[in-house]
């Protein structure tokens, strides 16, 4: 019987090129130094390298020491799948590796040509919240380069970072800024978090990192890749607890709640939703209403509506006591206050009240959320629709059509597709035939 051909490992091949070696056993010789540090005793040669490229794999224990030799060489983490040694990349929203995995999720985020496998897998409602232990003990194992060190400086570099593509975000949507997100992430946080620092400084690195995880994730739900959008909020959720941070660790939680919400999942929307509420007795005022008005919008979706009333209720009270203090940035506001009231009340029945709330939201909402502005005016379009105020509709479509090529948002365009389907049978009303001309030339993203 013939021997089955192997598949040369072309990804191990462009490391080794980009290492710049003298030879195959140059490559060979730091891995058996690396092996004898972790208690190897390697006797790897050039011949070794050459079956590794040819598509042989080393055995399974000698992986990471194989990696940490690449590593070191090329000074920045290297991963299984980056180098050809596994199938798939580290995305599943609990690996076990988290810095790893945060490495895999973004280089395959950022590379263009790998983007299908983003999409592949499915959304988990059975998502198991990491825990404390759990956590602790993945960054107690986690080999850091002595050769690197970092100060506040870096820290202060990835938290101005992160709120630049948030701004660019909120204007253009998460499509066009995700993958300057998940190359930052790459090629600067992934090393940051293996660098020597001291305990603040580490646990500063820690918390900013986990907001830019956070962000990331956001922006990929935004495009609706929810498994990977998932995938995101867990490592946040991981670095926010090994930083102790718990504004982090509820603000991602809360996104989960989000997501789920959206997707029409309402027990495990209630369930993060309530999480963070009980991660979070110390919160101020503004986070509290926040977490009280998900709650409500969670609680609504499960049909529990005299606990949505009461949540809102909350959300309202404590929304009065922050407004008496600055706002920042991002955060909670009367504009995302009237947006869950107008969730709350379509989840109930009430669609003109849903209609008045959400209409309120946009009326306060600042100018600069330009991708949540064509959402929710879709979105109310579609609720008048459903009333049988056409016209209307069409107007707050029109409005949703003057920011919508600004945006690249695959909500924003999963709004597009209703405004299609919704108003097809009414093709023959000349107001409805003028705006499906108008956003003909707007449609051809959506392949």
């Not at 130094?33 to 005793?41: C, D, L, N, P, V």
């Not at 590796?97 to 040509?113: F, K, Y």
């Not at 509290?288 to 005299?306: E, I, N, V």
Request: proline share 4%.
């Amino acid at each position: 019987m013939a021997a089955r051909e192997r598949t040369p490992n072309r990804k191990l091949a462009a490391l080794v090129e980009e290492c710049r070696w003298a030879s195959n056993g140059e490559f060979a010789r730091a891995v058996n130094r690396a092996g004898t540090e972790a208690g190897y005793k390697l006797k790897y040669d050039e011949s070794a390298v050459s079956h590794w490229l040819s598509g042989t794999r080393p055995m399974a224990r000698y992986q990471k020491v194989v990696l940490e030799a690449l590593t070191r060489r090329l000074g920045r983490p290297i991963t299984l799948f980056e180098a050809g040694l596994a199938a798939e990349p580290d995305i599943q929203p609990q690996s076990t590796d988290t810095v790893a995995g945060l490495i895999d999720l973004g280089s395959v985020d950022m590379d263009p040509s790998r983007r299908g496998l983003l999409g592949a897998g499915l959304y988990s409602v059975a998502l198991t919240i990491p825990g404390w232990p759990d956590i602790i003990g993945r960054f107690e194992r986690l080999k850091i380069d002595p050769h690197s060190r970092i100060g506040m400086a870096e820290v202060e570099s990835v938290t101005a970072m992160t709120e630049r593509i948030s701004e660019l975000d909120d204007q253009f949507g998460g499509r066009t800024a995700r993958p300057m997100a998940a190359a930052f992430m790459v090629n600067n946080i992934a090393p940051y978090l293996k660098a020597a620092a001291n305990d603040e400084v580490r646990k500063a690195m820690l918390s900013a990192a986990a907001d830019h995880l956070y962000l990331t994730g956001y922006m990929a739900v935004d495009e609706r890749l929810d498994l990977l959008g998932q995938s995101y909020y867990t490592k946040a959720l991981e670095l926010a607890l090994a930083a102790g941070d718990h504004l982090t660790y509820c603000t991602t939680l809360r996104g989960m709640s989000v997501q789920a919400v959206e997707l029409g999942h309402g027990a495990p929307a209630l369930r993060y939703a309530n999480a963070a509420a009980a991660a979070s007795p110390e919160a101020g005022p503004r986070m509290r209403a926040f977490l009280a008005g998900q709650q409500a919008h969670a609680l609504a979706q499960t049909g529990d509506g005299a606990g949505a009333v009461t949540k809102l209720r909350e959300a309202e009270v404590a929304m009065e006591q922050a407004e008496s203090k600055a706002k920042t940035h991002g955060s909670y506001d009367p504009a995302s206050l009237s947006y869950h009231v107008a969730q709350v009340s379509y989840e109930l029945g009430d669609r003109e009240g849903a209609i008045r709330a959400l209409q309120h939201s946009e009326k306060v909402r600042p100018a600069v959320y330009r991708r949540a502005r064509v959402r929710h005016r879709a979105i109310v379009a579609e609720w008048q629709l459903e009333a049988g105020r056409l016209e209307e509709a069409v107007q707050n479509w029109h409005l949703a059509l003057d920011d919508f090529p600004h945006v690249q948002s695959g909500r924003a365009d999963d709004r597009f597709r209703t405004m299609l389907s919704a108003t097809r049978p009414h093709r023959r009303n000349p107001h409805v035939r003028e705006l499906l001309e108008r956003a003909r030339p707007m449609a051809h993203r959506l392949a």
